[in-house]
C-alpha cells in the first residue's frame, strides 16, 4: 500500500504507450478514438488550426464545388475594373505620347521650383521627380524648338546652373508606338507557345482554363493600374510580361497535380474527376501560398517603402504592376484554372459515366452500413498493461465459407507419405508393406 507522498510507478506497457500517443500530439496527428479514458480522441495541442491543415494538405476547401461563386466574384471584379479602364483610362508616360524632357542637376528642395519655372515658360509639365538624389528630371508635353530653349533658360535661372548643364530631350510618339507593337508581338508569342505546351503536356482543356487565368490577370492588373492614375512606362510593359510567366508557373505546377490525380481514375472509380482536381488544389494550396508571399514581400519592400516611403518615383510603376499581378496570379491558379478545366471535364460522357459510377458505389456502400475508404489516423493501437491482444471476428460470415469444429476434423491422409515411427519403433514401409524377399544386403 502507498502512502499519498509515495511517487507512483508506471508499468513498462504504459510508457511506451503514452509517450508515442505524446508524440502524436506533438505531430499534430489524430488520436486512437479507443484508447483509455472513453470513446472521444484526445484534444491536439493547438496544432489542429488553419495553419496545420494546410501544411499537411488537408485544408478541406471546396474550390471545384464552389466554383459557381467563384465565377460570380471575379465576374464582378473582373467588370470594376474594365470599367476603370474605359471610363478613367491610362496615364501614358512620355515613351508613349510623346514629348521632351529636361534633366538638370538639384535638389528634393529645388524641385517645386523647377517645375514652376517651366510651367510659367509656357509647358505644359506632366511629371517631375528626383533621379539618383542629385538629378531633377521633368517631363513635359511636345515643345517647339522656341518653346524648349525658352524652358531650358527659365530651369537654368531657377537652379542657378549654366544652360548648356540642362539636357533636353525629345521624344516622338512613334518610338512609343513601337514599344507597344513589339511588346503584342511579344505576348502573342508567348500565348501561343503557351497553348501548345499545355495541348501537348497536359491536354487542351487546361490549356483554355489557363489562357482564361492569364486574361483574368492582365484585366485586374490594368484595372487597377488606371484606377490608381500611374503613369506608363516601358517597366509597366516588362512588369507584365513578367507576371504572365509567374501565374502560368503556378497554374502548371497546380496542373501537374491534377493530372497525377486523375491518373487512371476510371479503372479505380474512387473520386470524381472535379473531386480529384480538387484534391491537387488542396494539396498545392501551402505550396502555392508560400511561393506567392516570398515573391510579394520584396516587391512590397519596393512598392512601399522604396516609392512611398523614400520617394523613389522611377520603380513605383513597375512595383505596382509587379505586386497587383502576382497577387492575381495566386488567386487565378487555385481559385479559377483549375474550376474552370473541371467544369470542362465533367461534361465530357466518359466522366459523365464515371460520375454515376462513384456515386453509385457510395450508395452501395452507405445501403450495406459502410463507410467509405478514408484516410486511417492512427494504426497503432493501444491496451493496458497486461492485456493480451485478440483478433475480434465478425457475427455474421457473408461469404459461403464452411467453419468446421475441432471434432469434426480428421487428419487427412497423404498418399505416399511416411509417418514418424515412435521411439524405439522399426519403421515401416509406406502402406503397411514388408520388403519383398531377397537376398539380404550385407
Known amino acids: 500500500m502507498t502512502r499519498p507522498t509515495d511517487p507512483v510507478e508506471t508499468t513498462p506497457e504504459e510508457g511506451p504507450a503514452t509517450s508515442g ?5 506533438d505531430a499534430g496527428l489524430p488520436q486512437d478514438p479507443g484508447a483509455e479514458g472513453g470513446s472521444e480522441p484526445a484534444p491536439q495541442r493547438g496544432r489542429g488550426g488553419l495553419t496545420h491543415r494546410l501544411y499537411n494538405g488537408e485544408a478541406g476547401l471546396d474550390v471545384v464545388g464552389r466554383s459557381k461563386l467563384i465565377y460570380r466574384i471575379t465576374a464582378v471584379v473582373l467588370l470594376l475594373c474594365l470599367l476603370a479602364m474605359v471610363f478613367r483610362g491610362f496615364n501614358f508616360g512620355i515613351d508613349f505620347a510623346g514629348g521632351n524632357s ?11 521650383d523647377a517645375r514652376a519655372a517651366a510651367e510659367e515658360a509656357g509647358a505644359q509639365v506632366a511629371s517631375a521627380q528626383v533621379v539618383g538624389g542629385n538629378e531633377l528630371l521633368i517631363r513635359t508635353e511636345q515643345l517647339a524648338n522656341a518653346d524648349e530653349r525658352a524652358v531650358v533658360e527659365a530651369l537654368a535661372d531657377t537652379v542657378g546652373i549654366a544652360p548648356n548643364e540642362v539636357s533636353p530631350e525629345s521624344v516622338s510618339a512613334e518610338w512609343g508606338s513601337d514599344i507597344t507593337d513589339q511588346a503584342l508581338v511579344a505576348l502573342a508569342v508567348f500565348l501561343v507557345a503557351v497553348v501548345l505546351f499545355l495541348a501537348v503536356r497536359f491536354q487542351p482543356k487546361m490549356a483554355i482554363g489557363a489562357m482564361a487565368a492569364l486574361l483574368h490577370d492582365i484585366l485586374v492588373t490594368a484595372g487597377i493600374y488606371a484606377l490608381v492614375g500611374f503613369e506608363v512606362t516601358p517597366s509597366t510593359v516588362i512588369g507584365f510580361l513578367t507576371i504572365l510567366g509567374f501565374s502560368l508557373y503556378d497554374t502548371v505546377v497546380v496542373f501537374d497535380k491534377v493530372d497525377e490525380n486523375v491518373k487512371d481514375l476510371e479503372k479505380s472509380a474512387r473520386m470524381t474527376w472535379g473531386e480529384a482536381a480538387n484534391l491537387a488544389v488542396n494539396q498545392t494550396l501551402m505550396r502555392s501560398i508560400n511561393t506567392s508571399v516570398i ?8 512598392l512601399f517603402v522604396g516609392a ?8 513605383k510603376d513597375l512595383a505596382l504592376v509587379l505586386f497587383v499581378g502576382l497577387a492575381a496570379g495566386t488567386y487565378s491558379s487555385i481559385f479559377l484554372a483549375t474550376p474552370i478545366v473541371a467544369d470542362l471535364k465533367e461534361r465530357e460522357p466518359e466522366m459523365v459515366a464515371l460520375r454515376r459510377r462513384v456515386l453509385a458505389r457510395r450508395a ?9 475508404a478514408g484516410p486511417v489516423a492512427s494504426a497503432r493501437r493501444r491496451r493496458p498493461a497486461g492485456a493480451v491482444a485478440v483478433a475480434e471476428l465478425p457475427e455474421t460470415v457473408d461469404a459461403d465459407v464452411v467453419v468446421e469444429s475441432p471434432a469434426t476434423v480428421r487428419p487427412e491422409t497423404l498418399r505416399g507419405a511416411t509417418a514418424a515411427p515412435r521411439p524405439g519403433a522399426r519403421p515401416q514401409r509406406p ?3 514388408n520388403r519383398p524377399a531377397g537376398k539380404r544386403r550385407r
Open 102 to 112: 529636361f534633366r538638370l542637376p538639384g535638389t528634393a528642395e529645388q524641385l517645386q
Open 21 to 25: 500517443d505524446d508524440a502524436l500530439a
Open 364 to 372: 452501395s456502400v452507405a445501403r450495406t452500413g459502410g463507410a467509405p
Open 295 to 302: 515573391a510579394l514581400l520584396p516587391v512590397a519592400g519596393l
Open 431 to 433: 502402406g503397411g508393406q
Open 308 to 315: 512611398g516611403l523614400l520617394g523613389v518615383g522611377t520603380l
